[in-house]
């Protein structure tokens, strides 16, 4: 089977329909959303006249606000199961949006904007880790690579028609206006998962990695938070694979942050051309997608991490020597492939070096670390525009050398995932039904 074609019959097949379900929530979930957050940094520093570092500065406590949520958030559906954290935080989500595109509409104050960012963002923590735990509770080992390339399709699904549709939407109707449509989507998401069966039943059943209580206080929420992520980062395979997920959120932002305001204020494209953009991006993930999951079961995520890791650094090279169009088209076609091989692969490493007994808590302190990168991403990219903007290809080679220290991360961590291991608190018993 290796060696062999992938098909989407195969993949198909004894697939759990959980899988399915919660990647219809992601197409839907992200093209609503998609629909107006990829302007908003256009709407912030083009159409309301702030600076790109102002953004930057908003972005990062919206984003490190979703990396505490995300590390809180997977540990604590160890408990009370993974599916009432999904649903709540997309209904609840949904109001937020919705105001959002109030706000916009009014020409609200920048720090009601803000504010309004943060929490959004920080609700978005509890969904992603949590969906992905799911994903991995239902599947079997081998069938973990198929299961989080259909979650990455689903979500290109909503990137392929999201910014397309949201750029046309802008020279038809106000920008606001759009948000109530994203939160719509948002809505319908959240109908799809009160369908989905929750795999985490008793959460008296799942005890900490030390023994201890349960501790289901929010003191001992924070206690076990903070040690998860020493425990984390004392293990010398998981210190890697956390290291180079964050240098991985920090250049992988770049592409949906200063990408489109330096594609629009640099280089002179519309805003409907950037969508377009990002509408290659997403059909490119549908059409490769299920050829690249062949691949990653042929030649291993060993091989597939670190060299996808360096092609995601070429590609955003490229964007430098961009000067129109077909420049960037051409750089997103590159940075596609790199995804397509790289998401999927570093999905299914996470589940294969945690104890599934407290899966939630590995995608939660690894939802962490990429949230970090993304919290600091607009920043830099805010300050490099700022700084060296003119210089496109001085800009982008330093943006690139990110992918370089991040496939430096993913060559350590498939060595050291290969080499004997110490027992650590967090590797329990369980792991031993696991190949790591």
């Known amino acids: 089977m290796l060696g062999k074609p992938e098909t989407m019959t195969a993949i198909h097949t004894g697939l759990d329909p959980r899988v399915w379900k919660m990647a219809f929530a992601r197409a839907v979930n992200t093209m609503g959303l998609s629909l107006v957050m990829s302007f908003l940094g256009i709407y912030v520093v083009e159409t309301r006249g702030y600076p790109a570092w102002l953004y930057g500065v908003i972005a990062l406590a919206a984003n490190l606000g979703q990396s505490m949520s995300n590390a809180w958030a997977g540990n604590l559906s160890d408990r009370i199961g993974r599916r009432p954290l999904i649903t709540t935080a997309l209904f609840v989500r949904s109001g937020f949006i919705a105001l959002l595109g109030a706000q916009v509409t009014l020409d609200a104050p920048l720090w009601t904007l803000g504010a309004n960012i943060v929490a959004s963002s920080t609700l978005r923590g509890c969904f992603e880790p949590v969906a992905y735990a799911l994903v991995a509770d239902v599947v079997r080992d081998d069938q973990r690579v198929a299961a989080f390339g259909i979650q990455r399709m689903g979500t290109n699904l909503g990137w392929a028609v999201g910014p397309a549709l949201g750029g046309v939407l802008t020279l038809v109707i106000p920008y606001g206006a759009i948000f109530y449509i994203s939160a719509g989507g948002m809505i319908i998401a959240g109908i799809v998962t009160l369908g989905v069966q929750d795999p985490v039943r008793k959460a008296a059943d799942v005890a900490p990695p030390d023994g201890r209580s349960d501790g289901r206080g929010s003191g001992r929420d924070g206690d076990d938070l903070r040690r998860a992520l020493r425990e984390a980062l004392a293990d010398h395979v998981l210190r890697m694979l956390l290291l180079g997920t964050f240098l991985c959120a920090l250049l992988e932002t770049q592409m949906f942050s200063t990408f489109a305001i330096y594609m629009t204020k640099k280089i002179g494209l519309t805003k409907a051309d950037v969508g377009l953009l990002y509408t290659f991006n997403g059909i490119g993930v549908l059409i490769l997608q299920v050829p690249a999951l062949g691949l990653i079961r042929r030649l291993g995520i060993r091989t597939v991490l670190p060299w996808s890791s360096l092609l995601d650094a070429i590609g955003f090279g490229l964007i430098g020597a961009a000067t129109g169009f077909t ?88 060595r050291r995932r290969g080499m004997p291991r110490p027992a650590a608190p967090v590797t329990t018993a369980a792991r031993r039904n696991l190949k790591v």
């Open 327 to 414: 420049g960037g088209a051409i750089a997103i076609v590159a940075l596609t492939c790199a995804e397509v091989m790289f998401d999927p692969a570093q999905q299914t490493a996470i589940a294969e070096v945690a104890d599934p007994a407290h899966r939630g808590r590995a995608y939660g302190v690894v939802g962490f670390a990429s949230m970090i990168g993304i919290a600091f991403a607009p920043l830099l990219g805010g300050l490099l525009l700022d700084t060296i903007g003119d210089h496109h290809a001085a800009m982008w080679l330093t943006i690139a050398t990110i992918g370089g220290g991040q496939t430096l991360c993913f060559f350590a961590f498939v």
